[in-house]
């Protein structure tokens, strides 16, 4: 069974760009979700997305944003980009988040570098 | 609100020995406690989860975790550390029940694991 993939696995951005990155969840998983690992700030949850409706956001500006598709493939979009928001995104799906204890399992991620 | 604390940014360990990461953890109700570990330019690895029952929870590469309601901790142990163990730990609590939210995670800082041959 594939794992969660990402993609692009890197990319590098100028400042006042947008990017966009892509997650195709395990198959079989409804819930996606984002997050954002820095080195100083850790590992910070972006939003989670289920069924196609977002269920849930962490405390980000506007600028990041996300959908989910019919097929519970997801995108996170960056506006604006900021050299702040250098940073490995991680996307991660479950069977449902984690109600009931599922197990959430991550991509290899994205790592974004702003100039 | 949920939270997690990783009180060690590093540990190091001689290989064969045993090893225990730290994790203590605040929630309102039962928590759902998970373990990652990532390898360097990686993703996070499941390790294992506690949802309920047994205190002692076995997990992927020889992993363990004891799971102390009295003492709020989930620390991560394995008997014998081996070099290829070294990589980043974290802790993790189910978001469930903090603002409503349904399917993040709450995460620790991190702790370097280092063994040493």
């Known amino acids: 069974k594939a794992g969660v993939t990402q993609t692009p696995r890197y990319l590098i951005k100028t400042r006042g760009q947008q990017v966009t990155l892509s997650c195709s969840p395990i198959s079989g998983h409804r819930s996606v979700s984002w997050y954002q690992q820095t080195p100083g700030q850790g590992l910070q949850f972006l939003f989670e997305?289920?069924?196609?409706?977002?269920?849930n956001k962490g405390n980000f500006p506007g600028r990041f944003s996300g959908r989910q598709f019919s097929n519970s493939r997801s995108e996170m979009n960056v506006s604006t980009l900021e050299l702040g928001d250098s940073a490995l995104y991680l996307c991660a799906s479950s069977l449902a988040g984690t109600e009931r204890g599922n197990t959430i399992y991550f991509g290899e991620g994205s790592w974004l570098t702003v100039v | 609100a949920q939270s997690v604390a990783q009180p060690e940014d590093q540990v190091n360990v001689a290989e064969g020995n045993p090893l225990t990461v730290k994790c203590t953890y605040s929630?309102?109700?039962?928590?759902?406690l998970f373990w990652y570990v990532q390898y360097p330019n990686r993703g996070l690895q499941f390790l294992l989860k506690?949802?309920?029952?047994?205190?002692l929870v076995k997990g992927s590469y020889g992993f363990e975790a004891e799971f102390n309601k009295s003492q709020t901790s989930f620390h991560l142990k394995k008997p014998s550390a081996l070099v290829s163990d070294s990589a980043l730990y974290f802790c993790a609590v189910s978001g469930l029940n903090y603002g409503g939210s349904q399917g993040n995670l709450i995460f620790g800082k991190g702790t370097k694991l280092s063994v040493k041959p």
């Open positions: 506690y949802i309920t029952g047994d205190n």
């Open positions: 929630v309102s109700g039962n928590p759902y």
């Open positions: 997305y289920f069924s196609e409706t977002q269920r």
